[in-house]
């Protein structure tokens, strides 16, 4: 049985950092990665980011993802994470990760994890 148990969302200012984890348990070698997204209230879930469960390697959904946040993984622990540098009012949503892809958008993800919130004040 697949699990994904995210933490590491709070509150943080402006121009400060955060990181989430995604730790997995189950059988995942056969899915491309784990896929971070994030929602707010009344908008469709945003992809952000997709790192492979195999070579430690991130895909951004653009540009100005990859000038904030980073994608990676500890193998051994089985988690992945999501750095978040400068942040802004806008960041603010509740932020899953998810087993799938390697598309980055919700419709290729076949297993959630339960959702962090990440509020960041001006």
């Known amino acids: 049985q697949v699990q994904l148990v995210e933490s590491g969302g709070g509150l943080v200012q402006s121009g400060g950092s955060l990181r989430l984890a995604c730790e997995v348990s189950?059988?995942?070698?056969?899915?491309?990665?784990i896929g971070w997204f994030r929602q707010v209230p009344g908008k469709e879930r945003e992809g952000l980011a997709v790192?492979?469960?195999?070579?430690?390697?991130?895909?951004y959904a653009s540009d100005s993802v990859k000038d904030r946040f980073t994608g990676s993984k500890d193998n051994t622990k089985r988690i992945w994470y999501l750095e978040m540098h400068n942040l802004k009012p806008d960041d603010t949503a509740v932020y899953y990760c998810?087993?799938?892809?390697?598309?980055?958008?919700?419709?290729?993800?076949?297993?959630w994890g339960q959702g962090t919130q990440v509020t960041v004040s001006s």
């Open positions: 998810a087993l799938g892809g390697p598309g980055l958008e919700p419709r290729f993800f076949d297993y």
């Open positions: 189950g059988y995942i070698r056969e899915y491309f990665g």
């Open positions: 790192t492979t469960t195999d070579v430690d390697n991130t895909l």
